[in-house]
């Protein structure tokens, strides 16, 4: 390839990068690095190949010829890190010819794509199972909340902006506002000066040195604000020109982001996102990658180098070569096997897949992850077949104790087989045990092995064990501890979500779901998903995961209520109506715990006779659990247990 420039990263004495932009042309295969615009950088190139012709006795190119050339183009940037591709959406073939030449020179690590905003540039990596090059670095839900409370700064006069370093811009909320206002009136002045002429100015960047949060924020009251003459007006009469700003300001924001806290999960996230934007940004967010995705997976998805299906054959990513042959530990932790697996285990499946995407959840999502249990078990896969149009989405959680783990406590082969078969069988009869009893889990649920090659220290290391999985489809709705709080300030919202999550509770409590590591109680954590109707207001909820069930089955019901008073105590500041809150949930628990009580005493052998096949063991069985929670809601006084859940409650 003939090259007018210095090579791609080549540094100057002080360590700058010689060239920012270049240009790749493929009717003559070639790059420009030379230092300019875009524009001269093609003029260069074709005086290039003219003076070739001319050297060879050839005529000039044709005006024909000259278009041709620079039609097949396409644009670059450097940065310090990557060489990113500028595609035009309707010629994603260009895009993808300077992505095979550029690997050439530069690691396939190293190569991304602008433009990730449009839905055509998007649709092209996803066809070809590349969401890992355009999706946002993962950051775990404590980082998140450390980078936006980190981020907050001063100027001159009050810590009210939040500062995104990368691009040198500071944004201030309505918020910020609120507390500007409180100030006395020489202060306020001199910070609505402040703000006010920084909203007018750029930085050397180019990038605004203040701005509006949410950047959505109608240009009006950007404009209004900007008109401020500080100076010319006096005290009452400034803070009546920046209250009414401030009104139209609030007035303007989506309900969920007018709680501002990091324990808001929408406005946490929003903010995130726009303070650690980067310049030539190239990462597509959550909702451009999976349409309606609720915010609890923001920034959670590591999407992984998979394969691409190309007329029904699957050719995988060529970084695992690399990876097969340097061992490199960075691609390490990119070339994820248990990726490759589910790839090839659903293409010796299914035969009209056209594209698959892989990532993992490294990450619990639980807003107090219980520390020490297993995470980075959890893979999202995005797929779409020929025969529909839909883009389908399901979590796949592979079994916590599966036999490499049974391996890995020292026992043989044989025995680790048994016991990871036999704790397939307990997860789902305890699903079985948790409809039976009533609580609304995903409808369907698929359970998948794969051949994994055993990494340890028994004897058995290079062994080809298999490991368990469970797929569901990918439930919509928002996870009840991820509500925005502005939303509970409605008050058939809030009569609607605690009647859906008194009868939740009730379930929850029923079945004895706690935390197998510590015990500790896991309602309203995560895996209760909240579903809405077209009113906005809430229809029903949906427990993802039976994970924790039957863990406390011995405890009477009396013991173990007191922890379910927490889903009030946690929203009682955001209702209008805090006793008509609290009285919804209880009266829900109350009357769903009853009606569970009746249906058991009504059906008793459809009880007491599921699980009449499988070891009854009193050191903790299925069976024998289900024996002792049948027990348990047979003997309750639905009334004395919603009477101690209401003195919780009203302790509070």
Same mark, same amino acid.
């Given at each position: 390839?003939?090259?007018?420039?210095?090579?791609?990263?080549?540094?100057?004495?002080?360590?700058?990068?010689?060239?920012?932009?270049?240009?790749?042309?493929f009717?003559?295969?070639?790059?420009?690095?030379?230092?300019?615009?875009?524009?001269?950088?093609?003029?260069?190139?074709?005086?290039?190949?003219?003076?070739?012709?001319?050297?060879?006795?050839?005529?000039?190119?044709?005006?024909?010829?000259?278009?041709?050339?620079?039609?097949?183009?396409?644009?670059?940037?450097?940065?310090?890190?990557? =060489?990113?591709?500028?595609?035009?959406?309707?010629?994603?073939?260009?895009?993808?010819?300077?992505?095979?030449?550029?690997?050439?020179?530069?690691?396939?690590?190293?190569?991304?794509?602008?433009?990730?905003?449009?839905?055509?540039?998007r649709?092209?990596?996803?066809?070809?199972?590349?969401?890992?090059?355009?999706?946002?670095?993962? +950051?775990?839900?404590?980082?998140?909340?450390r980078?936006?409370?980190?981020?907050?700064?001063?100027? /001159?006069?009050?810590? +009210?902006?939040?500062?995104n370093?990368?691009?040198?811009?500071?944004?201030? %909320?309505?918020g910020?506002?609120?507390?500007?206002?409180?100030?006395?009136? /020489?202060?306020?002045?001199?910070?609505?000066?402040?703000?006010?002429?920084?909203?007018k100015?750029?930085?050397?960047?180019?990038?605004?040195?203040?701005? #509006?949060?949410? %950047?959505?924020?109608p240009?009006?009251?950007?404009?209004?604000?900007?008109?401020? @003459?500080? /100076?010319?007006?006096?005290?009452?009469?400034?803070?009546?020109?920046?209250?009414?700003?401030? #009104?139209?300001?609030?007035?303007?924001?989506?309900?969920?982001?007018?709680?501002?806290?990091?324990?808001?999960?929408?406005?946490?996230?929003?903010m995130?996102?726009?303070?650690?934007?980067?310049?030539?940004?190239?990462?597509?967010?959550?909702?451009?990658?999976?349409?309606?995705?609720?915010?609890?997976?923001?920034?959670?998805?590591?999407?992984?180098?998979?394969?691409?299906?190309?007329?029904?054959?699957?050719?995988?990513?060529?970084?695992?070569?690399?990876?097969?042959?340097?061992?490199?530990?960075?691609?390490?932790?990119?070339?994820?096997?248990?990726?490759?697996?589910?790839?090839?285990?659903?293409?010796?499946?299914?035969?009209?897949?056209?594209?698959?995407?892989v990532?993992?959840?490294?990450?619990?999502?639980?807003?107090?992850?219980?520390?020490?249990?297993?995470?980075?078990? =959890?893979?999202?896969?995005?797929?779409?077949?020929?025969?529909?149009?839909e883009?389908?989405?399901?979590?796949?959680?592979?079994?916590?104790?599966?036999?490499?783990? *049974?391996?890995?406590?020292?026992?043989?082969?044989?025995?680790?087989?048994?016991?990871?078969?036999?704790?397939?069988?307990y997860?789902?009869d305890?699903?079985?045990?948790?409809r039976?009893?009533?609580?609304? #889990?995903?409808?369907?649920?698929?359970?998948?092995?794969?051949?994994?090659?055993?990494?340890?220290?028994?004897?058995?290391?290079?062994?080809?064990?298999?490991a368990?999985?469970?797929?569901? *489809?990918?439930?919509?709705?928002?996870?009840?501890?991820?509500?925005?709080?502005?939303?509970?300030?409605?008050?058939?919202?809030?009569?609607?979500?605690?009647?859906?999550?008194?009868?939740?509770?009730?379930?929850?409590?029923?079945?004895?779901?706690?935390?197998?590591?510590?015990?500790?109680?896991?309602?309203?954590?995560?895996?209760?998903?909240?579903?809405?109707?077209? @009113?906005?207001?809430?229809?029903?909820?949906?427990?993802t995961?039976?994970?924790?069930?039957?863990?406390?089955?011995? *405890?009477t019901?009396?013991?173990?209520?007191?922890?379910?008073?927490n889903?009030?105590?946690?929203?009682?500041?955001?209702?209008?109506?805090?006793?008509?809150?609290?009285?919804?949930? +209880? %009266?829900?628990?109350?009357?769903t715990?009853?009606?569970?009580?009746?249906?058991?005493?009504?059906?008793?052998?459809?009880?007491?006779?599921?699980?009449?096949?499988?070891?009854?063991?009193?050191?903790?069985?299925?069976?024998?659990?289900?024996?002792? %929670?049948?027990?348990?809601? /047979?003997?309750?006084?639905?009334?004395?247990?919603?009477?101690? #859940?209401?003195?919780? +409650?009203?302790?509070?």
């Amino acid at each position: 390839m003939k090259t007018i420039g210095d090579p791609i990263f080549a540094k100057d004495a002080g360590g700058a990068l010689l060239s920012r932009i270049g240009t790749i042309f493929f009717r003559t295969p070639g790059l420009v690095t030379k230092r300019g615009v875009h524009a001269m950088q093609r003029m260069w190139w074709i005086e290039s190949l003219n003076a070739m012709r001319e050297a060879e006795g050839l005529p000039p190119l044709t005006e024909a010829e000259e278009s041709e050339e620079l039609a097949q183009s396409a644009d670059l940037i450097f940065t310090e890190d990557y =060489v990113l591709i500028r595609p035009d959406p309707d010629h994603m073939d260009l895009a993808f010819k300077a992505d095979e030449e550029l690997q050439k020179l530069v690691n396939k690590r190293k190569i991304r794509f602008l433009n990730t905003h449009a839905a055509k540039v998007r649709n092209a990596l996803r066809a070809r199972g590349e969401n890992w090059r355009m999706a946002r670095a993962p +950051i775990s839900q404590d980082d998140m909340k450390r980078i936006v409370e980190e981020s907050r700064v001063a100027i /001159d006069h009050e810590n +009210i902006y939040f500062y995104n370093q990368a691009v040198g811009t500071r944004y201030i %909320t309505a918020g910020g506002y609120t507390i500007v206002s409180q100030l006395p009136a /020489d202060e306020f002045r001199a910070q609505v000066k402040e703000t006010v002429s920084l909203l007018k100015k750029r930085n050397r960047m180019g990038h605004p040195e203040v701005d #509006l949060f949410p %950047t959505t924020t109608p240009i009006d009251v950007k404009n209004a604000m900007k008109a401020l @003459d500080v /100076d010319a007006l006096g005290d009452a009469e400034l803070k009546a020109a920046t209250d009414k700003i401030a #009104l139209d300001w609030r007035m303007s924001l989506p309900a969920e982001l007018r709680e501002e806290s990091v324990e808001n999960f929408d406005w946490r996230n929003a903010m995130c996102a726009l303070v650690t934007a980067g310049p030539n940004e190239t990462n597509a967010s959550d909702q451009e990658l999976i349409q309606g995705i609720s915010p609890e997976f923001f920034r959670q998805i590591e999407w992984l180098p998979g394969a691409r299906v190309d007329r029904g054959e699957v050719i995988f990513d060529p970084l695992w070569d690399e990876f097969n042959r340097t061992r490199d530990p960075e691609l390490a932790a990119l070339c994820d096997f248990r990726v490759r697996n589910i790839i090839f285990g659903l293409m010796r499946l299914f035969s009209d897949v056209e594209f698959i995407n892989v990532g993992r959840i490294a990450r619990s999502l639980a807003r107090r992850p219980i520390e020490g249990s297993r995470h980075g078990s =959890v893979y999202v896969v995005q797929c779409k077949t020929a025969v529909s149009d839909e883009v389908r989405l399901f979590l796949l959680r592979f079994q916590k104790w599966g036999v490499a783990e *049974h391996l890995d406590e020292g026992k043989d082969l044989t025995q680790a087989m048994i016991e990871a078969n036999e704790y397939s069988d307990y997860i789902l009869d305890r699903r079985l045990m948790c409809r039976q009893l009533g609580m609304n #889990l995903p409808s369907r649920v698929g359970i998948a092995t794969f051949p994994e090659t055993y990494h340890g220290h028994n004897e058995y290391n290079g062994t080809t064990v298999r490991a368990f999985a469970y797929a569901r *489809h990918y439930i919509p709705g928002t996870a009840s501890d991820k509500i925005p709080p502005a939303r509970f300030r409605n008050p058939a919202f809030a009569l609607a979500f605690a009647w859906l999550m008194g009868q939740a509770a009730a379930y929850d409590l029923i079945v004895g779901r706690r935390s197998t590591e510590t015990k500790e109680n896991l309602f309203d954590k995560n895996y209760e998903v909240v579903q809405f109707g077209d @009113d906005g207001l809430p229809v029903r909820v949906v427990v993802t995961d039976h994970a924790g069930s039957f863990v406390n089955y011995l *405890h009477t019901f009396e013991d173990s209520v007191v922890p379910y008073a927490n889903v009030i105590r946690r929203r009682e500041k955001f209702v209008t109506d805090k006793a008509a809150f609290a009285n919804a949930y +209880i %009266t829900a628990f109350e009357r769903t715990l009853a009606d569970a009580q009746a249906k058991y005493r009504e059906r008793r052998r459809a009880f007491e006779d599921l699980f009449v096949h499988r070891p009854f063991d009193a050191a903790g069985s299925g069976a024998y659990r289900w024996a002792k %929670t049948l027990e348990r809601l /047979d003997r309750c006084d639905p009334k004395s247990v919603a009477a101690v #859940l209401k003195s919780a +409650i009203e302790l509070a």
